[in-house]
């Protein structure tokens, strides 16, 4: 949010520098961004003096040339100007050498002495759009002939020097979103910090308001009263629609905002000088001199001033006449009823809607102005009449006309102001610190927190409406401290502290360690928004009934509850190999999200029919290893990825021997994959991303992915301790086997039958080669695997070897059809 100094200063006498009114903000929880000093000229005309032309003669070698000397008041300056309304005696615009211009379009230049067709020239005479004063290029500009030659442009076209404060505003803090709200904070912490200051925030004077006559004739019908508490208006006839005058565009300019006619930007500076949104409608455009506050069907359409087409949902509140929707209310004007340069009559409407409503619609049609950002966060019900008639006088002022109704309020259920205990002991155990009771009394009337009874343990205080984020007693505590000053409390000399106890396995530890694990392997972390796209889960991969909708989402990107970490991985890729990032190793934890009925979440919450998982997902993609001139390019394949997986799983614990393997084609996110059981709980999945996916977020490459069941890993860790053992004193022997197997048998049944044959002294099997080929027969492979062996009592014989090998063989023959070669 935006602040203008000088427009600040309307408000309260403050004579401090405008970096020590930034510090005062930021110290009371109106944190400044940014100070930056503005001219209401761009470059304030620095440099740019007013001339007389003295002399103005054909340029001998050019015919669209002069050569002119102008008296700049100190000096007498030759000038070539293009220029054909140039003349002598005239009063102009001179910018003198070193002057840097900033012209309405274009980009920014600097005068320099030159010499144009062999003519000397010192300067340069202005055109309006070169000054940015105006966007006209007919000619230079000439001036009064009684304004003083020497006099600076500065001075003569009243350039205003200004600060605009940037102000990093909280949602809680819509109170201070107006010159006036800030001013009020301001006056507060000036007056606790010299109360002899007696500084007070100050609200322009409306006490000569008075409507001329009440011809008007417009009505006000408020059908939904919980929508809309309270809604005022008036009528003003005669008006003329046009430019602003100079003081009010530049308020504008400097807080950034552009002028549009003097009714518009009365509404907008008013606005930001009380925080109270209004709206202007071209009266002669109120059918039936009917203003109806209510909610049309769904789909009724609806224009918007930007020209773009609604369909209201049913629940949008509207500012309608007596036959169609005129304003989407508390959001934006429609295209109808808006004000022109032809409307000599308008309604004014000032008006207090309830917030989620606001909200509501705000978000679903994805419209964010001043006034919805105001109203969806909680504006002043008090405020109303008030700015109505602030602008009412500011309309009648520069845009003439009549007031010719009276100030028609609807509001029939006063909003009440809030009632909250504060008790001294619990100021006192927030805060850290005992404050004086009269400086806390003193600091809360400085806030409008009026004191409606006091006792020795406290104070019952009413907090006025505008003051929507103050509703606990600790709130009330915090907006002591903030005026009081956080930096006003010592810190303790003792740090107390206890010793909790904490649950086993520890979560968050065990999650570290596993992001240390694969970072230190060369992953980088990745994390993704928990909402997401409702078109990611559309396909028959999941349940429709399952899927966590948002009530009020922020956009259709983030409309549900994600199901997988998939699709956050996946646009991640996307989004680094459009950038010429290929080569991929990323990981992330989170939660995904599922709606499942008469079922409760395990997790805190535990909300009733819906249930949370915590996973890990691995991505893989590009080369294993970065360009170099010692090594060669290496594509990832699914077996860099298990290995990864692999070594994770080991040292979170998991002991895979005890896992069941099962293949993967053509299911789910992959062309071919693996997945593993842990007591026919799924522990892990791993595979190549189908092409459907790839092609569907435009990657031209291999993606290898892995999804973890991350709290299945937990449940694991109490059950497989890890025990020490001693190194074997006995040598290791290895035997290998080259199989010819049906092309269907897995390793996996190799392993698995091996050490059921053999569970004393075979320690390890492994596969080294694999062999296919016509000759050994169609529906046939290959494999070489290797088995090693070890007796930690004594060194084997080669007969107890050959014995278990003989062994292992036959199971193999027997239960796998294998034949040895």
Known sequence: MKISLNWLKDYIQIDETPEKIAQLLTDCGLEVESLEKTESVKGGLKGIVIGEVLTCEKHPDADRLSLTTVDIGEEVLPIVCGAPNV?????????????????????????????????????????????????SHD???????????GTTAAEYFKVEEDHCIEIGLTPNRIDAASHYGVARDLAAVINHLHPQSKVRAQKPDISNFKPDNNTAGISITVEDHDACPRYTGLCISGIKVQESPDWLKNRLKVIGLKPINNVVDITNFVLHETGQPLHAFDASKIAGNKVIIRKPQKDTAFITLDEEELKLTGNDLMICNEKDPMCLAG????????????????????????????????????????????FERGADPEMTVYALKRAALLIREIAGGKITSEVMDVYPVPVKPCIIHLRYESALTLIGKAIEKETIKKILLSLEIAIKQETAEGLELEIPPYRVDVTREADVVEEILRIYGYNSIELPERLHASIVSSPRPDKEKLQNIASDILSNRGFNEIMNNSLTRANYYQSELFESAGIVHILNPLSQDLGVMRQSLFFGGMETIAWNQNRK??????????????KEENKANEGPLKLSGYREQRMLSLFMSGNLNPESWYAKHKPVTLFDLKAEVMVLLQKMNVRMDDAIAEEIHGEGFLEAGIRFLFNDKPLLELGEVSRTFLKSFDLKQDVFYASVNWELVLELQDKHMIRYSEIPKFPEVRRDLALLINSD??????????????????????????????????GKKSYAVSFSLVDEKKTLTDKEIDKVMERISQTLQKELNASIR
């Open 87 to 135: 003349a002598r005696g005239q009063k102009v615009v001179v910018a003198t050498v070193g002057t840097t211009l900033h012209p309405a379009s274009g980009e920014s230049f600097e005068i320099k002495k030159a010499k144009i067709r062999g003519q000397e020239s010192r300067g340069m005479i202005c055109a309006e759009d070169e000054l940015g004063l105006g966007t």
């Open 139 to 149: 000619g230079i500009m000439v001036l009064d002939p009684s304004v003083k030659t």
């Open 331 to 374: 959001i934006l004007g429609g295209m109808d009823s808006g004000v022109t340069e032809a409307t000599e009559s308008i309604f004014l409407e000032s008006a207090y809607f309830e917030a989620s409503g606001i909200r509501k619609s705000s978000k679903f049609h994805t419209i964010n102005t001043d006034s919805s950002f105001r």
């Open 581 to 594: 990032v290929a080569d991929l190793k990323i990981y992330e934890f989170g939660n995904i999200y599922f």
């Open 745 to 778: 048998v897995k390793f996996s049944d190799i392993e698995r039958l091996a050490k059921t044959a053999e569970k004393r002294l075979l320690k390890k099997v492994r596969l080294f080669d694999i062999y296919r080929d016509e000759k050994i027969g169609a």
